[in-house]
């Protein structure tokens, strides 16, 4: 081969060498492009990620400028899931749309962040707005020439609840005051600055607490407040100091004193307690000198006391010792007065009749006072006697029940039983009768329609005798007059009658017999006087006196 076809050849496959190397060259050119491609892409949705599911509201805006370079609007350009729920908006309405026709007037766009995007500088404030009536709390930056954007979050509740907080601060109506870790005021209210002479500026971050404390209280003021930073759970503490106001005046202070929880400071509530220590002073002075006076007084009345229960105790066993000499006579008017109007002593005309029966009723009231009277004086001074047999409690009841079958046949009231057949106990029959007849009694006296009923039931060891009755009952105000000595219940459009000792007396006499009375009553509706007894009393156990 000759010399210049061999160059040729060399040639060519140089050339060859060359094309393949380029070729190769834009492949990978092309595949480094691609990869670009793929981590911008990935980059995008990564951004997107992040700025659809921040908390936080972001808005990005682009600046809009006149011909000398000045910033005129911004176009919104794009608003994040969190903006539209701040703001109430559609990001579909206002994307792309100029800040004013959007806002309209609801912040000063231009002014505010012309220096943001000018300086590229972030901004921090807090915005109201009055459309929605929310406060933001605003982060503004410029992440590139041309464009600024927004983070917000709403802060509403907590500025309304800081408002709140000092609203309840200012009008607290004692003094508080904020105090730091090291003793120093960072805030007080008004009540604190009248108490203390100083206005706020004075106080506020410039004085300390122990400036207002008497140097006598000042070391256990500071045990205190150490002492109870090392309690667990910061309990509050109250005690009594002395304060010295502006004047160097000292007055008496009672302190409430209480860690602000997740914090290092304390509030504190001061009463100005003074006058109140005045008076104590002054109260304590006059008792020491009414401790003689009352010990004098107490000895004298002591004495007095011991002479009157000796009166009472004479009085009771003098009627009760009456007995005989108080019945006597009137057992004769009563006794000869009835023969007089059965006419054994001879004719009698209707007046005198009527007169003789005027006699004789008065007389046999007259005599069951008397026995009122001297079976309470028998009690008091232990005197009463009981006759402890048995008897059937049945027939009884069924006795006092005939008894007033007139009585109520006269008012149109149903009288009614319900009892055993028989029921034998053992107590004294006359004194049970006595309560029976007087709670009878009471109810027809009070019942003008309708019915008493009177119900006898065994229970265990005890027997309950019960009289309800369908009258006027009795206000509760007035329960706890029913069973004092000589006490009557007023009650409208009825005369009062009797000298107000059966319900007392019928009392103590169920006490006497190991009972008691209950009652339950219903203003309008009725009542229900119930006696309790054991079956059967045991005499050397009975109660003598009880009140």
């Not at 972001?58 to 911004?74: A, E, F, M, R």
Request: proline share 2%; aromatic share 8%.
């Amino acid at each position: 081969m000759k010399d210049e076809d061999k160059t040729k050849v060399e040639l060519i496959k140089e050339l060859k060498t060359t094309q393949k190397e380029r070729e190769k060259g834009v492949f990978k050119n092309i595949a480094e492009h691609k990869e670009a491609e793929e981590e911008l892409k990935e980059s995008e949705k990564k951004y997107q990620r992040l700025f659809e599911n921040m908390m936080d509201g972001l808005v990005l805006y682009k600046l809009i400028t006149d011909k000398n370079g000045h910033p005129v609007d911004y176009i919104i350009e794009e608003v994040n899931k969190a903006a539209e729920k701040l703001q109430s908006w559609n990001r579909k309405d206002i994307e792309g749309k100029k800040a004013t026709e959007v806002y309209h007037g609801d912040t000063p766009f231009i002014e505010r962040y012309a220096k943001v995007v000018q300086t590229g500088k972030a901004k921090y404030f807090t915005d109201y707005n009055p459309r929605l009536k929310k406060w933001y709390k605003i982060t503004s930056f410029c992440p590139e020439k041309g464009y600024f954007a927004n983070i917000s979050r709403d802060i509403t509740t907590l500025k309304e609840s800081k408002e709140t907080y000092h609203t309840v601060f200012e009008n607290t109506g004692t003094a508080t005051m904020v105090i730091e870790e090291d003793m120093t005021i960072s805030m007080v209210n008004t009540q604190y600055k009248k108490l203390s002479g100083y206005s706020k500026k004075e106080i506020e971050n410039k004085m300390k607490w122990t400036d207002f404390i008497i140097p006598e209280d000042l070391e256990m003021i500071k045990k205190y407040h150490i002492t109870r930073r090392k309690t667990k759970g910061n309990p509050p503490t109250e005690y009594e100091f002395g304060f010295i106001d502006r004047k160097g005046n000292i007055k008496d202070i009672f302190i409430k004193i209480g860690i602000i929880p997740n914090t290092k400071k304390s509030i504190a509530s001061l009463t100005d307690i003074t006058k109140r220590k005045q008076i104590e002073k002054s109260l304590q002075e006059a008792h020491v000198q009414l401790e003689d006076r009352v010990a004098q007084r107490t000895k004298e009345l002591e004495n007095a006391n011991l002479k009157l229960q000796e009166l009472d105790r004479l009085k009771s066993m003098f009627i009760a010792s009456m007995n005989h000499e108080l019945r006597t006579p009137l057992n004769s008017i009563i006794g000869f007065t009835g023969i007089i109007l059965q006419g054994m002593s001879g004719e009698i005309n209707d007046e005198q009749k009527k007169q003789l029966t005027l006699v004789k009723n008065s007389a046999n009231h007259l005599l069951a006072l008397i026995n009122d009277v001297i079976d309470i004086s028998k009690i008091e001074v232990n005197k009463v006697e009981l006759y402890i047999q048995e008897f059937d409690l049945t027939s009884l009841a069924r006795e006092v029940k005939n008894s007033f079958a007139i009585n109520t046949s006269k008012k149109k009231l149903k009288l009614s039983l319900e009892a055993p057949p028989t029921l034998i106990i053992k107590s004294d029959e006359r004194r049970t009768k006595q309560i029976l007849v007087n709670f009878i009694s009471n109810a027809v006296k009070f019942t003008d329609r309708g019915e008493i009923e009177i119900k006898i039931v065994k229970k265990d060891e005890t027997v309950e005798i019960a009289v309800r009755d369908t009258g006027i009952g009795i206000r509760k105000e007035d329960m706890d007059k029913l069973f004092e000595s000589f006490s009557q219940i007023n009650i409208p459009d009825k005369t009062k009658e009797g000298a107000g000792l059966g319900l007392y007396l019928s009392r103590r006499i169920a006490y006497l017999l190991g009972g008691d009375i209950k009652v339950e009553s219903e203003f309008g509706k009725g009542s229900v006087f119930t006696l309790v007894l054991p079956c059967k009393v045991n005499k050397n156990k009975v109660i003598r006196k009880r009140n």
